[in-house]
């Protein structure tokens, strides 16, 4: 089992900042990837990024948000990051840390098997 636990969000005015935190405990050969999802509204769950935890650390970014947020990992701490910049009223949402056990990178919501609570993230216009 993999336990995921978010923090971070909260309110922010447009063009503001905030750091979402993912802190993860339990099989580390079960989590090779970590994605952040998100769900505003009345809508379907949407890919946000991704980090693979070992070696390089490659990274992947929904066109949405690439050069506004950046996704990290501390892997002495068992936390990824996310750090959003730039934030607009759209992407106001629930935010939800994911770990998928699988070598090759996915956005797909159903490829990512352990899910945190999610955080909730509100952008004001």
């Known amino acids: 089992q993999v336990q995921l636990v978010e923090s971070g969000g909260g309110l922010v005015q447009a063009g503001g900042s905030l750091r979402l935190s993912c802190a993860a405990s339990g099989r580390t050969f079960s989590r090779y990837f970590m994605g952040w999802f998100r769900q505003a509204p009345g809508k379907e769950r949407m890919f946000v990024a991704a980090?693979?935890?070992?070696?390089?650390?490659?990274?992947y970014y929904a066109d949405s948000v690439k050069g506004r947020f950046t996704i990290s990992r501390d892997n002495a701490k068992n936390t990824v990051y996310l750090q959003m910049n730039g934030l607009k009223p759209e992407d106001t949402a629930v935010y939800y840390c994911?770990?998928?056990?699988?070598?090759?990178?996915?956005?797909?919501?159903?490829?990512?098997?352990?899910w945190g609570q999610g955080t909730q993230v509100t952008v004001s216009s």
């Open positions: 994911a770990s998928r056990n699988k070598l090759d990178y996915s956005d797909y919501e159903g490829e990512y098997a352990y």
């Open positions: 980090i693979r935890w070992s070696g390089a650390g490659l990274t």
